[in-house]
């Protein structure tokens, strides 16, 4: 298995520019997670879909952010405009749910990180 | 609300130490899942275990070990004769199965020197 697969890997855009980050989560999971990861604020959840529904959006930082996910097999996050404070890791995650209430463990992706100027 | 707390925000042992890294949670619910993950320098965020609250037996996988613990709310996770490899930062984190939420430590920096 390919694991969860993020790109791109670096970015490195500038102030107001939109940014579009990518994620394929594992083959066969039904829930997917998108993290941000700075020093000042650590690991923060931003967003968690289970069966390409979102159900918690309440981390997204403001309204710059949008995530999608239109299929099982693919994510997007969205910034724009895009701003220096939105430099950070960002982190998708994959995991299998199957059974309501129970959980497994999230399969991270390598990461995307992104540098506003 | 749902908090994870790991006091110890850098740790520095010399090779084959035991050194054990901490982590307090709180919660509301009666069902939840603990875990630890660990972030070596590559940057990448790698499962160590799971448990869920009904499962306090403690478990041991090879040099390591957790110590689940309900009525302190704490999760504590010991690393035996530590390993240079070993170095990473760790985090302990919590699941809501209710709200779908996860919430992570702020992280313990663990160094093994050779």
């Known amino acids: 298995d390919a694991g969860v697969i993020q790109s791109p890997r670096h970015e490195v855009t500038e102030m107001g520019q939109e940014v579009t980050l990518r994620c394929k989560p594992i083959s066969g999971h039904n829930s997917l997670f998108w993290y941000r990861q700075t020093m000042m604020r650590g690991l923060e959840l931003l967003i968690y879909?289970?069966?390409?529904?979102?159900?918690?959006d309440s981390g997204m930082p403001e309204d710059r952010f949008s995530a999608k996910m239109p299929n099982a097999s693919f994510s997007t996050l969205k910034i724009q405009p895009s701003e220096p404070r939105d430099s950070a890791v960002y982190f998708c995650?994959?995991?299998?749910?199957?059974?309501?209430?129970?959980?497994?463990?999230?399969?991270f992706g390598p990461g995307t990180r992104l540098t506003v100027l | 609300a749902q908090k994870v707390t790991q006091a110890q925000t850098e740790i520095s042992v010399v090779e084959k130490e035991d050194v054990t890294l901490d982590c307090v949670y709180e919660t509301r619910d009666t069902t939840y899942y603990l875990f630890w993950y660990k972030q070596p320098p590559s940057g990448e965020l790698v499962f160590l275990i799971r448990r869920n609250s009904f499962d306090e037996q403690n478990e041991i996988s090879g040099r390591y070990s957790w110590n689940f613990q309900k009525s302190t709310s704490s999760f504590n996770f010991t690393i035996t004769a530590s390993q240079v490899v070993d170095s990473a930062v760790y985090f302990c984190a919590l699941h809501n199965t209710n709200a779908g939420k996860s919430t992570f430590g702020d992280g313990t920096t663990l160094t093994v020197k050779p």
């Open positions: 995650a994959s995991s299998l749910v199957p059974l309501a209430g129970s959980y497994n463990e999230q399969f």
């Open positions: 879909f289970n069966n390409n529904v979102p159900i918690d």
